[in-house]
T-cell receptor, first 114, second 114 residues
């Protein structure tokens, strides 16, 4: 079974609108962390946001927020007020703390239209 | 604070040749990771070091790939002999540990095998 599933290979959003990128995960570990990374066309992997499995509040970092629904095992990334510079690949990732394993999803390519 | 450094940035070799990549993690980061990212896919973990010991190398093709982290700082990843399917970006990441254990990535080395 896939550990991280990103079902949207590509997404379009109008500049200044909000967009949600989906991520579901699969783990039997009780303690885990969820991450989102941005990879522009230049190739570097940029850390955006982190959510711990025991965190009760959804994580937020500026225009990024993580919609964490533990029972559904989903960790969707919400980008508010999209900008042209947000056009990139976005990867969801998970770290299983007890198993000390790290997994990436296949990514979602976001295109922001002017 | 200096980020993760990698060299070379680009490398073109012919199949059956050997190649080596170098990574210098963020100062103080005990954990170092090597990933392979094939075009259009998410990163795949090849090997994870904790200081100079190997934590996970379950996805490293050990018949041709090798990695070392002498003195628990710099690391090298070697491919010998290279195959066409090794064409990919090789990403190095490091993490400090702690609650989030966030990984920070270097710029990557783009390998083309002809």
């Amino acid at each position: 079974a896939q550990k991280i599933t990103q079902t949207q290979p590509g997404m379009f959003v109008q500049e200044k609108e909000a967009v949600t990128l989906d991520c579901t995960y699969d783990t039997s570990d009780q303690s885990y962390g969820l991450f989102w990374y941005k990879q522009p066309s230049s190739g570097e992997m940029i850390f955006l946001i982190y959510q711990g499995s025991y965190d009760e509040q959804n994580a937020t970092e500026g225009r990024y927020s993580l919609n964490f629904q533990k029972a559904r095992k989903s960790a969707n990334l919400v980008i508010s007020a999209s900008q042209l510079g947000d056009s990139a690949m976005y990867f969801c990732a998970m770290r299983e703390k007890n198993f000390n394993k790290f997994y990436f999803g296949s990514g979602t390519k976001l295109n922001v239209k002017p | 604070e200096a980020g993760v450094a990698q060299s070379p940035r680009y490398k073109i070799i012919e199949k059956r040749q050997s190649v080596a990549f170098w990574c210098n993690p963020i100062s103080g980061h005990a954990t170092l990771y090597w990933y392979q990212q094939i075009l259009g896919q998410g990163p795949k973990l090849l090997i994870q070091f904790q200081n100079n010991g190997v934590v996970d190398d379950s996805q490293l093709p050990k018949d041709r790939f090798s990695a070392e982290r002498l003195k628990g700082v710099d690391s090298t990843l070697k491919i010998q002999p290279a195959k066409l399917e090794d064409s990919a970006v090789y990403l190095c990441a490091s993490s400090y540990g702690g609650t989030t254990d966030t990984q920070y990535f270097g710029p990557g080395t783009r390998l083309t095998v002809l």
